[in-house]
T-cell receptor, first 115, second 116 residues
């Protein structure tokens, strides 16, 4: 069975601090995909990144970076120099390697950034 | 930039009533999905739809639920007889459906369903 665990329920930081959101996953598939989505207070789900299981290279996009480690089944997300606009719920998700299949979401981490 | 749209943004209904939630997926996408999120909880998969058929469904998607693509643009979720526990945010999503790999699901803004 597939499972995603986001152990951090809530994190509070002050602006300009760096913050890392943890994600640990379980799957028996050898090929799979991992995702991060952002849910701001307005409620929509915004896609941030997709990573396949064959690509363990870290990725950086502006202030966002992702660290995928297959050996520890983790796909952590770091926000550098956090801003108030980063305040949101962040979901990690997992799917198998087939179009049309379910995304399995973690319970989410609520990030609060204060000024 | 193309996006998934959903109507209405908020639906209030009485227990036992039927509701239809509407979605317009991104135009060149082939796979469509419904998810729900009970307040404060995680997002849960309901169903995926491809080529006018259900591709996959979860245990939540019982006989009270149905999906339909009534025309070339809309994708609907019907709940036949709503219960209090159906109160949730319902998200529609779509993906390109590329052959070679799982593709990215893009979500609509959601419909908040309140059952009284």
């Amino acid at each position: 069975a597939q499972k995603v665990t986001q152990a951090q329920t809530e994190i509070s930081v002050v602006e300009k601090e760096d913050v890392t959101l943890d994600c640990v996953y379980e799957t028996r598939d050898t090929t799979y995909y991992l995702f991060w989505y952002k849910q701001p207070p307005s409620g929509e789900l915004v896609f941030l990144i997709r990573r396949n299981s064959f690509d363990e290279q870290n990725e950086i996009s502006g202030r966002y970076s992702w660290n995928f480690q297959k050996s520890t089944s983790s796909f952590n997300f770091t926000i550098t120099a956090s801003q108030v606009v980063d305040s949101a719920v962040y979901f990690c998700a997992l799917s198998c390697n087939q179009a049309g299949t379910a995304l399995i979401f973690g319970k989410g981490t609520t990030l609060s950034v204060s000024s | 930039e193309p996006e998934v749209t959903q109507t209405p943004s908020h639906q209030v209904t009485q227990m036992g009533q039927e509701v239809i939630l509407r979605c317009v997926p991104i135009s060149n996408h082939l796979y469509f999905y419904w998810y729900r999120q009970i307040l404060g909880q995680k997002v849960e998969f309901l169903v995926s739809f491809y080529n006018n058929e259900i591709s996959e469904k979860s245990e939540i998607f019982d006989d009270q639920f149905s999906v339909e693509r009534p025309d070339g643009s809309n994708f609907t979720l019907k709940i036949r007889s709503t219960k209090l526990e159906d109160s949730a945010m319902y998200f529609c999503a779509s993906s390109e459906g590329t052959i070679s790999s799982t593709d990215t699901q893009y979500f609509g803004p959601g419909t908040r369903l309140t059952v009284l």
